[in-house]
C-alpha cells in the first residue's frame, strides 16, 4: 500500500473514480455512492462535499464555509481536514 501525503490547506481534493454525493429523494438524505458501498454522511460533512469539485482547494472550502455559516474560520478549518484526511484514508476522495 503506498503512502498518501499529507493534506495541507492548499491541497485540491476530489471524488475517487465512480464515487459520487447524491441526494436520496425517496429517503431525503444525502448519500456517498462507492462502488460496492455508501456513507451517510451528516449535515456538516455534506456541507463540505458539496464544495469538492476537484478545483477548489482545502483553503479555499474553509473560506467558503466560514463565510456561510459566520463561525470560526479555525474550527471549520479543522473540520474541513480532518474529514478530508479520513475519507481519503477511506478512499472516497483523492488528493
Known amino acids: ?3 498518501v501525503a499529507p493534506l495541507a490547506p492548499d491541497s485540491v481534493v476530489r471524488f475517487a473514480r ?3 454525493l447524491q441526494h ?3 429517503r431525503d438524505q444525502w448519500v456517498i455512492q462507492a462502488p460496492e458501498r455508501a456513507f451517510l454522511p451528516d449535515p456538516v460533512a455534506v456541507e463540505i462535499l458539496r464544495l469538492v469539485d476537484g478545483t477548489r482547494t482545502l483553503d479555499d472550502i474553509v473560506t467558503d464555509l466560514a463565510a456561510r455559516f459566520a463561525a470560526p474560520r479555525d474550527l471549520i478549518a479543522r473540520d474541513v481536514m480532518e474529514m478530508a484526511a479520513d475519507l481519503v ?3 472516497v476522495l483523492l488528493p
Open 1 to 3: 500500500m503506498t503512502e
Open 18 to 20: 465512480g464515487v459520487r
Open 24 to 26: 436520496d429523494r425517496v
Open 89 to 91: 484514508a477511506r478512499q
